[in-house]
């Protein structure tokens, strides 16, 4: 009888650690270079939050509420999406589950990138490039109107250990993980990864149209 019950909490524990590792588990994404970001979104605007409450989206497959937190904002600038204002966005209830938590006193401005939903909302998680528009550098802010659009056919490739190299012509190295161990480095703040005349794809500094200041000093 001991054993059997020795038993049943040892299953109930090896359930429970599973359960948690589930969840830590439940959000997982790679970390993206604004550029990535901002090709992979439907949707990228400035904005303010100003307010937030959980808000109920359906049911599931066994009938139980579904809860989203939706965010009242303020939009600022659409630099991609559709044809009209985003006044709300919407994440999920949790970070477990991927959700955002923002601040909405509506003095911060934050850069959002997200997916449209069928129904036409835009949804944003923690995997999307979220920040603080304060905390972006000039270069980001202006690539975001002149540079980055003109580099989403190429592809950035994350480096997550040395030696890492390229397996195409069309792909850009990012470094700062192995250099700067961040993912906020020198690449993600100041660089595009643009496409040359030839189709091959390589680093520029700046925001200005490219001239010799790709990082092999070719002309694009």
Same mark, same amino acid.
């Given at each position: ?21 589930? $969840? ?66 919407? #994440? ?20 959002? #990138? ?51 190299? $390229? ?54």
């Amino acid at each position: 009888m001991t054993w059997t019950v020795s038993s049943c909490y040892i299953t109930l524990a090896l359930l429970f650690l599973w359960r948690v590792e589930e $969840i830590a588990e439940a959000c997982s994404c790679s970390p993206a270079h604004p550029q990535q970001a901002f090709c992979n979104a439907d949707v990228v605007i400035r904005a303010k939050v100003i307010a937030g409450n959980e808000v109920d989206s359906g049911n599931d497959v066994y009938g139980n509420p579904i809860k989203r937190i939706k965010y009242d904002i303020k939009q600022i600038k659409m630099f991609k999406g559709p044809n009209r204002d985003i006044d709300a966005i919407f #994440t999920a209830p949790s970070s477990a589950m991927c959700g955002m938590t923002l601040e909405t006193n509506g003095k911060k401005e934050y850069l959002f #990138t997200g997916k449209l939903e069928t129904d036409g909302t835009m949804h944003v998680t923690l995997c999307d490039f979220i920040e603080s528009w304060e905390a972006l550098s000039a270069t980001q802010k202006k690539s975001l109107t002149q540079r980055y659009d003109m580099g989403c056919d190429c592809k950035i490739t994350r480096c997550t250990s040395i030696p890492c190299m $390229i397996s195409a012509p069309e792909e850009c190295l990012w470094t700062d993980w192995v250099i700067e161990k961040s993912i906020s480095g020198p690449q993600a703040k100041h660089f595009s990864c643009i496409k040359r005349s030839d189709g091959s794809c390589a680093w520029y500094r700046g925001s200005a149209p490219p001239k010799k200041e790709f990082m092999d000093i070719e002309e694009p």
